[in-house]
């Protein structure tokens, strides 16, 4: 009876207290829901808006190419300069899917040359047009040096009429001078809204608002939830189209502002501004035009959608308190039979999550720097691939190539990069081969270079030991070692690295025994448990990027061998490791 007793009133002080706990946390949560939905839409819009910044940067970069290849040449009276400025057009058309179109135009509004991208095969166009009864040809007229026009984001139209299917399109024109000074014409690029509103999109949807549109500075839909409201300024009756009609509150705020939070139409709206003419101040370029260009980001969810979220919130919150106390209650009435089995359930427990959340986040981390080095690899061909043209045409101008080396130079130390993120991401693809390790310690110990104070002692064994593995992944483990050890002591008047090789047995196997060792300045206890961490260094921002030891155990870790480091703060580091040998004749003609 008492027993029961104990157990009622141990449940009900549980339910009691969880309950209330629960209540005065979901109370204080449920305030904030709608403040912290606000700030990550905001966010999200920043990202939003820096992508697109990054898109119009990319056509800034070619207008100005552009422009100062036809500042030099002259290409509307020369030849032999229009054929050099055609290839200069067709090849940014095949390096990139951004534009559409890049045509010269000259003072009377005729294409002296124009390039198409034909859906992926660009060629100069044979039959030429006259663009002197198009708007942005009348406003290019009006530009100076060093200005540029940037047109509407619309529809792009073909002899009169809406081009089918429809093609989103902007336009730059900058105009263009002799090398004189004298002003001949008009350079324009189309560029392929279509691939900007996709990769838009595609983000938009990840959005913690229900959607996100992107209006014109008129309040018009150029991307948007309902397909009938997009670009309805092009389209005769459908001018009311706009949010400005359809939230005029809302509208005024955001029109007004940079950035805005408002609440009309039953919803709550937050925008974000994207201006072009911010933008190409950056490169030094001034636009100009009848209007100041701006496109607005605006992000929606309606008061239902927020409420739906809060009431979960507190249901889920009520719920989990309750649930939590009667958990709690059984936990306390079973503690004194359960508590050595409990113990020994939860440290497995969290043992096995901890190996799972380690899996998981290297193989997130391999997914990242794989998919950043492929894609930063792409741009660097493109700046490469560039910056070589440039070069080519520029020979006789020293002052330029000077800078020219130094772009050369920094796109290398990139391309360094993007080889330390491929191969980070490629540590467990393997092409395994017979090799003698000591072969390959000694070729790689007198190829690194060391600065003069530094001395590098070799003890490796002179019989041969032989291993099944990949080739460079070893020699890029052995690099990395050996550069940590001369990087910690680079400061110091006489720095001692050694390395040694010898075979070992542990635990019935054979194994080829690696250590190098330092007396740099050491690795502090709080950082060595860290070190083998993917992008973890301790080195100044700029000169490490943390993949070099996650690279060296995982290739050890691929082999089955094993690494531990040693290390004391002020006297230097020492790093063991253990790769399993395996038998001479398993490998041919190891040589």
Not at 569 to 575: C, E, I, L, N
Request: aromatic content about 6%.
């Amino acid at each position: 009876m008492i027993a029961t007793l104990r157990t009622a009133l141990i449940t009900l002080l549980c339910l009691c207290i969880s309950a209330a706990a629960g209540y005065w946390i979901s109370a204080r949560t449920i305030t904030s829901i709608k403040e912290q939905t606000n700030h990550d839409i905001s966010n999200q819009l920043t990202m939003l808006k820096n992508d697109l910044g990054l898109e119009l940067g990319h056509m800034s970069n070619a207008l100005a190419f552009l422009v100062d290849q036809i500042n030099l040449h002259d290409p509307i009276q020369d030849i032999q300069s229009t054929g050099t400025l055609s290839e200069d057009f067709l090849s940014f058309l095949r390096t990139s899917t951004l534009f559409d179109q890049i045509r010269l135009l000259n003072m009377d509004g005729q294409e002296v040359m124009r390039a198409d991208y034909n859906n992926g095969h660009p060629a100069l166009a044979t039959e030429l047009q006259n663009k002197s009864d198009r708007y942005y040809f009348r406003e290019g007229l009006k530009l100076k040096r060093g200005e540029v026009y940037v047109s509407p984001f619309d529809l792009n139209m073909e002899n009169g009429h809406i081009e089918e299917p429809e093609k989103p399109t902007i336009r730059l024109l900058q105009p263009v001078y002799t090398p004189g000074g004298e002003k001949i014409g008009l350079l324009v690029i189309n560029a392929l809204g279509t691939a900007i509103l996709t990769h838009l999109q595609m983000e938009m949807a990840a959005s913690s608002a229900q959607h996100v549109s992107l209006l014109n500075e008129e309040g018009f839909w150029l991307a948007g939830p309902e397909k009938q409201d997009l670009w309805a300024f092009m389209f005769p009756g459908r001018e009311n189209r706009t949010l400005a009609n359809q939230a005029p509150q809302a509208w005024q705020a955001i029109s007004r502002t940079k950035r805005s939070v408002s609440h009309d139409h039953g919803g709550t709206y937050i925008s974000d501004t994207i201006s072009p003419a911010d933008l190409f101040s950056n490169f030094g370029l001034r636009v100009n035009g009848p209007t100041r260009r701006e496109w607005k980001l605006v992000a929606y969810y309606s008061d239902a959608y927020i409420d739906a979220r809060v009431a979960g919130e507190h249901h889920m919150m009520m719920s989990g308190a309750i649930a939590f106390g009667i958990a709690i209650a059984i936990i306390i009435l079973s503690l004194q039979r359960l508590i050595r089995e409990s113990r020994l359930h939860r440290l497995a427990e969290i043992r096995s999550l901890e190996a799972k959340a380690e899996q998981e986040k290297t193989a997130a981390m391999v997914t990242i720097a794989g998919g950043i080095g492929h894609e930063f690899n792409n741009i660097l061909t493109g700046i490469i691939g560039a910056t070589y043209l440039i070069r080519s045409k520029l020979a006789d101008r020293p002052e330029l190539q000077a800078r020219l080396h130094t772009i050369d130079h920094s796109c290398q130390r990139a391309a360094g990069l993007v080889k330390h993120l491929m191969t980070f991401a490629q540590v467990d693809i393997f092409e395994k081969s017979g090799l003698i390790l000591n072969e390959l310690i000694n070729r790689q110990a007198t190829a690194i270079p060391r600065p003069d104070n530094i001395t590098l002692s070799l003890d490796v064994t002179p019989a041969p030991l032989y291993l099944e593995a990949d080739y460079n992944k070893l020699e890029a483990m052995l690099q990395h070692l050996l550069s940590n050890a001369i990087d910690a002591i680079a400061d110091k008047t006489a720095g001692n690295i050694r390395l040694s090789l010898a075979a070992t047995t542990a635990d019935t196997l054979q194994y080829a025994s690696l250590t190098i060792e330092d007396n740099g300045c050491g690795i502090s206890p709080e950082n060595l448990a860290s070190v083998f961490d993917p992008f973890f260094t301790t080195k100044p921002q700029g000169e490490g990027v943390g993949l070099g030891l996650s690279l060296v155990h995982g290739v050890v870790h691929s082999l089955a061998g094993k690494i531990s480091i040693n290390s004391t703060p002020g006297h230097g580091t020492r790093v063991d490791i253990l790769l399993p040998l395996t038998h001479a004749k398993n490998h041919g003609n190891a040589d």
